[in-house]
């Protein structure tokens, strides 16, 4: 299946900003950051096709993922 990964802030200066990849059917969002090498901890927000979701979320064909690093301030 393909999925259209796009990356944000500092996770985007290391791999890419966007890029469509083909991953087999029941990939999680985790298996997806894992196969990326990006840590657990290095990602604050993820959204699948715009919606907020778990590291479980097992991705469809044709889904956009959007991985964000943790977003601090003060």
């Known amino acids: 299946m393909q999925v259209t ?22 990939t999680t969002v985790a298996q997806l950051a894992a196969d990326l090498g990006i840590p657990a901890p290095e990602i604050g927000i993820r959204l699948v096709n715009g919606r907020h979701c778990p590291f479980e979320q097992v991705l469809q064909d044709g889904d956009t993922v959007f991985l964000m690093p943790p977003i601090g301030g003060g």
């Open 5 to 26: 990964i796009k990356l944000f802030a500092a996770l985007r200066w290391k791999l890419f900003e966007e890029e469509v990849r083909e991953y087999p059917e029941g």
